[in-house]
């Protein structure tokens, strides 16, 4: 029997995924000019240059209903190499995980602000459901 210490794992659409991708004809995640505008901000408060630097998005396990979203800034270079996503608006980057990608498809980020809390806000048609607290989906 053969060693397979290095194979790795390839995730391919099945051809239904495929169909379904195809049939949504959403290429992309929709941002915000306010969300851009503030990626912006908080790069520059962070002392990157937003040339260099976005906003990733990944999709983890967590939480009550299964999947949650983490943010934080990243350098795109760094993700391009590492086969992300990554989508611009009015000069701002985004970074969507590749593993990621299939679940936040055809979502909106936004960036609200209110008197209890202030963030980005990631409106995502493929959520099923999600816990009563907010912070876990399923799809």
Do not use: W
Request: contains cysteine; positive net charge; hydrophobic residues 35%.
């Amino acid at each position: 029997m053969s060693d397979c210490g290095n194979v790795q794992k390839v995730f391919v659409p099945s051809a239904k995924e495929k169909a379904a991708v195809k049939k949504q004809s959403i290429s992309s995640v929709e941002i915000t000019d306010y969300a851009a505008e503030k990626i912006k901000h908080f790069i520059q408060k962070d002392g990157k240059s937003v040339d260099d630097y976005g906003l990733k998005i990944q999709v983890v396990n967590d939480g009550c209903s299964g999947k949650s979203y983490t943010m934080d800034l990243s350098d795109i270079k760094s993700a391009q190499d590492n086969g992300d996503k990554v989508f611009s608006k009015n000069g701002a980057y985004i970074i969507i995980e590749k593993l990621s990608y299939l679940f936040v498809l055809g979502s909106r980020l936004d960036y609200t602000e209110s008197l209890l809390a202030s963030g980005f806000q990631l409106t995502n048609p493929n959520v099923k459901k999600s816990c009563s607290c907010g912070s876990s989906f399923a799809v």
